[in-house]
């Protein structure tokens, strides 16, 4: 079956460490983002890459990182630098001109 | 840029009942795509039902069908014969076909639907 795969999908961390959130995709997408949701709200862009080894801000990328040096994966990085990551994470993907986007089932970190 | 607004927080259905909830979006474009998302308590996020702007026939999947209103930029979601399986957030989108792959979706703030027994 295609679809994406997200893990881990519950994540706790030390304050000062990084952490890093897989994402894979097995789907052909040409495009893959990085979603951030808080309780009881919408979802925010983080990052978004349209091919390999291309990537670009959203609108919340302060504190984060990613990667894309394979077509499948986008892995998320939430760094030291991210002052309240506590949060839920959703990796999806897209084709390049058309249609909907696919999401994984997301990932739960927690900052102890 | 395009907004996409959903005015009802939250809101209620007695099972078996229908309901309606509302989005509308402000564009500047002709030619895009809007989507209804379903967030149930797992956290997934699940296509419930997919519009192309360019198509006059509202779409319709089972027991869940929209009122496309283009003009009026409007974009509801009609739920019948609801299920407590409904129960969940919902989140109107708007997708734009300009080449601008991360900002062209743009998600609504969502309405939470609870489906009482």
């Known amino acids: 079956d295609g679809g994406i795969t997200q893990s881990p999908k519950y994540l706790f961390r030390k304050e000062g460490q990084n952490v890093t959130l897989s994402c894979e995709q097995n789907?052909?997408?040409?495009?893959m983002y990085w979603y951030r949701q808080d309780p009881g709200q919408g979802l925010r862009l983080i990052y978004y890459?349209?091919?390999?080894?291309?990537?670009q801000k959203g609108d919340i990328a302060e504190g984060y990182s990613v990667s894309r040096e394979k077509k499948e994966s986008f892995p998320l990085t939430v760094t030291s630098a991210q002052k309240n990551p506590t949060a839920f994470y959703l990796c999806?993907?897209?084709?390049?001109?058309?249609?909907?986007?696919?999401f994984g089932e997301g990932s739960r970190l927690t900052v102890l | 840029a395009q907004t996409v607004t959903q005015s009802q927080p939250e809101m209620s259905v007695q099972e078996a009942e229908t309901v309606t909830l509302s989005c509308t979006y402000d564009?500047?474009?002709?030619?895009?795509?809007l989507f209804w998302y379903k967030q149930p308590p797992s956290r997934q996020m699940i296509l419930v039902i997919r519009?192309?702007?360019?198509?006059?026939q509202n779409a319709t999947e089972n027991r869940f069908s929209v009122n496309f209103q283009k003009a009026a930029k409007s974009f509801s979601l009609k739920i019948s014969d609801s299920q407590l399986g409904d129960a969940a957030m919902y989140f109107c989108?708007?997708?734009?076909?300009?080449?601008?792959?991360?900002?062209?979706?743009?998600f609504g703030p969502g309405t939470r639907l609870s489906v009482l027994p």
């Open positions: 999806a993907s897209s084709t390049a001109y058309t249609g909907e986007l696919f």
């Open positions: 789907l052909n997408h040409d495009a």
């Open positions: 890459s349209q091919i390999v080894n291309d990537f």
């Open positions: 564009t500047s474009e002709s030619d895009y795509y």
């Open positions: 519009q192309e702007a360019y198509k006059q």
């Open positions: 989108a708007y997708r734009s076909l300009t080449y601008n792959y991360g900002q062209n979706f743009v």
